[in-house]
């Protein structure tokens, strides 16, 4: 009878010893993959960024606030015939319509006919809802989206959320204060790319649920830049 105790504890302990074992691999193989896919984040958003495949077509233009940089190229754009009206998302109530106007580097009419402002987004989901709204008032299929490099994966991955049926196309521009070269190097940039990286997360897990599960079919479709060099656009 003592013998058939030990004997079970022994395989108790075995069996323990196993869970755990298998518990560290797959954390550790979680850990690796989370370090790998930032690296691949990381690296894809800080490389020298090419014009959009092709605005042709496009009925507006976003501008997902944070940067002065993203506001007066969202006005380029703009003022390049890209799009008929141009929504600045997420606009700070304290920030008055004088003050965009100036930051635009518009003419007075050219903003006053075709600029709209948003105030109610506090974040990116906000972003996206205030979005959709206002494509849908203008019944705008074909957007250009205006926002930081680190910020364009997250800000084009709520959008095809909230916008299923929209085509997508991307405006990157570059923080004025990140490294050309070197990302890896500067304490800073790292910590703002891990911090977009880990909100980035959630939303691409979203995203690719709503995508295999089927959900507001059909999909909408983000172009990416192409291989063709540009001038540098620098956010503010």
Not at 214 to 234: C, I, K, N
């Amino acid at each position: 009878m003592q013998a058939d105790q030990v004997i079970g504890h022994g395989g108790g302990t075995s069996m323990l010893r196993r869970i755990g074992r298998s518990i560290v691999i797959v954390a550790a193989c979680a850990a690796c993959a989370l370090v790998f896919g930032f690296m691949l984040f990381a690296t894809s958003v800080m490389r020298e960024q090419a014009p959009a495949p092709s605005t042709a077509g496009a009925d507006g233009i976003v501008v997902l606030t944070g940067a002065a940089a993203r506001i007066s190229a969202g006005a380029e754009l703009l003022k390049q015939g890209h799009g008929k009206r141009l929504l600045i998302s997420g606009v700070n109530r304290i920030t008055t319509k004088h003050d965009i106007e100036r930051l635009s580097g518009l003419d007075h009419k050219s903003f006053t006919c075709c600029v709209d402002l948003g105030y109610e987004a506090l974040d990116t989901v906000g972003n996206a809802d205030e979005t959709r709204t206002w494509a849908n008032a203008n019944n705008y299929h074909k957007l250009i989206i205006v926002t930081s490099s680190y910020h364009m994966p997250r800000a084009l991955a709520e959008l095809a959320l909230a916008m299923p049926n929209a085509e997508l196309i991307a405006h990157t521009v570059t923080p004025k204060d990140f490294p050309e070269s070197g990302w890896w190097l500067s304490v800073r940039t790292t910590r703002y790319l891990l911090s977009e990286y880990l909100k980035y997360l959630p939303a691409a897990a979203r995203l690719a649920t709503q995508r295999v599960m089927g959900w507001g079919q059909p999909h909408s479709v983000a172009l990416q830049p192409t291989d063709v060099q540009f001038p540098d656009r620098r956010d503010g």
